[in-house]
C-alpha cells in the first residue's frame, strides 16, 4: 500500500504564496507521474501541475508562472509552490501518484486525503 501525506495548506491573502508538500511512503516497486489535483466547491477535481520522474512538468494554463511543481526522487516527495495566489485558487489541493505495487502490477494512481488552501480577498 502506498500512502501520501500533504502538508502545507491555509489561509493566505491574496497575492501571497503557500507551499505544498507531498510524501509517498509505503511498500511499492516504482514511482512514475507525481502531481496536485485541485477541487473548488461545487466544481470539478482538475489537475494543476503534474511532474513525470524524468522531470517533464506539466501546469494548467490559470497557474502557469505562479505556480512551481519540483520533486525528489530519492525521497518520493513533491512540492508546489504557490506564488500571487488568487481567490480563484480556493480549493482543496489532492496529491497523486502514479504507483507500481510489484514489478509484476499494473500502474495505478494513489491519492492524498487533500490540504485546504483559501486565499482571502
Known amino acids: 500500500q502506498v500512502q501520501l501525506v500533504e502538508s502545507g495548506g491555509g489561509l493566505v491573502q491574496a497575492g501571497g504564496s503557500l507551499r505544498l508538500s507531498c510524501a509517498a511512503s509505503?511498500?511499492?516497486?516504482?514511482?512514475?507521474?507525481m502531481g496536485w489535483y485541485r477541487q473548488a466547491p461545487g466544481k470539478q477535481r482538475e489537475l494543476v501541475a503534474q511532474?513525470?520522474?524524468?522531470?517533464?512538468?506539466n501546469y494548467a494554463g490559470s497557474v502557469k508562472g505562479r505556480f512551481t511543481i519540483s520533486r525528489d526522487n530519492a525521497k518520493n516527495t513533491v512540492t508546489l509552490q504557490m506564488n500571487s495566489l488568487k481567490p480563484e485558487d480556493t480549493a482543496v489541493y489532492y496529491c497523486?501518484?502514479?504507483?507500481?505495487?510489484?514489478?509484476?502490477?499494473?500502474?495505478?494512481?494513489?491519492w492524498g486525503r487533500g490540504t485546504q488552501v483559501t486565499v482571502s480577498s
Open positions: 497523486t501518484t502514479t504507483v507500481r505495487l510489484t514489478a509484476l502490477t499494473s500502474w495505478v494512481v494513489e
Open positions: 509505503g511498500r511499492f516497486f516504482s514511482i512514475n507521474d
Open positions: 511532474s513525470t520522474s524524468g522531470g517533464t512538468t
